[in-house]
């Protein structure tokens, strides 16, 4: 009789501790975002599996963490300047575009690439300055109306741009004209295609807004500028198109 309740006091036991390590298994587990944790994975295991299946499992886990360091290393305080000419000008004067957190605007009536070569950098330099808590900047570029013919020369100084490692391109196409004498949409669409290839060969995002909005419909007010409904029809292509920045 002592025997028998002895056994069932060792087997009782032993319940209990199996019980005990499935329930810290799975809690591992679910730490482990699914992934069983490698070390409860032996070599060779009773039902004939090899070390490969250890292995295997291993890479899997490994996987897994490095894509939430990776997220966690993208995650940094982000930038997002919108770089323009009077287009922009008027485009934030309909949304407001700095009442959005880190969002800032520099972008000169009449205005391209000579401008943003000289005051627009320096405006942009200082604006850095100013916000040096931001250690990642977006620069959403949309120049070019005003010298089509200097697309090449735009690339140039993209090309320079883009040593900085703290600064992401994303290229905004030109947006079109509507029965305006100096500039044609053939133009437009030359210069636009050089800077869709530019985005595509250097791996830059390219917000293609002339497209949808000769898809969608446009409204000018003197042939070159906006009235406020597609002004707001521009932001908002250009804020679907780009991923929220982190704080």
């Known amino acids: 009789m002592k025997k028998i309740i002895a056994e069932f006091i060792v087997t009782l036991l032993v319940l209990v501790a199996a019980v005990g390590l499935g329930v810290y298994v799975i809690h591992l587990t679910i730490e482990n975002d699914g992934v069983l944790p490698v070390q409860f994975v032996s070599p060779s295991s009773s039902d004939g599996s090899d070390a490969s299946d250890s292995s295997l499992l291993q890479k899997l886990s490994l996987k897994k963490t490095g894509s939430r360091t990776e997220t966690v290393a993208s995650a940094v305080p982000t930038g997002t300047i919108f770089i323009g000419d009077s287009r922009f000008v008027g485009m934030d004067g309909v949304v407001d575009i700095e009442d959005t957190n880190n969002q800032f605007v520099v972008a000169q009536v009449g205005e391209g690439l000579s401008w943003f070569k000289g005051n627009g950098l320096r405006q942009i330099t200082k604006l850095r300055k100013e916000n040096s808590a931001l250690t990642h900047w977006r620069y959403v570029i949309c120049l070019g109306v005003n010298d089509l013919w200097d697309a090449d020369a735009y690339l140039e100084e993209y090309d320079i741009l883009r040593e900085d490692p703290d600064i992401e391109l994303i290229l905004v196409s030109v947006n079109p004209v509507k029965g305006y004498p100096t500039i044609s949409n053939d133009d437009?669409?030359?210069?636009?295609?050089?800077?869709?290839?530019?985005?595509?060969?250097?791996?830059?995002?390219?917000?293609?807004?002339?497209?949808?909005?000769?898809?969608?419909?446009?409204?000018?007010?003197?042939?070159?500028?906006?009235?406020?409904?597609?002004?707001?029809?521009?932001?908002?292509?250009?804020?679907?198109?780009?991923?929220?920045?982190?704080?």
């Open 188 to 247: 437009i669409e030359s210069f636009n295609e050089k800077l869709s290839d530019y985005a595509d060969e250097n791996g830059l995002q390219y917000i293609d807004s002339y497209t949808e909005l000769r898809e969608s419909g446009y409204t000018t007010t003197d042939g070159l500028h906006y009235d406020d409904a597609t002004y707001q029809k521009i932001y908002d292509i250009i804020s679907e198109d780009i991923a929220p920045a982190a704080d």
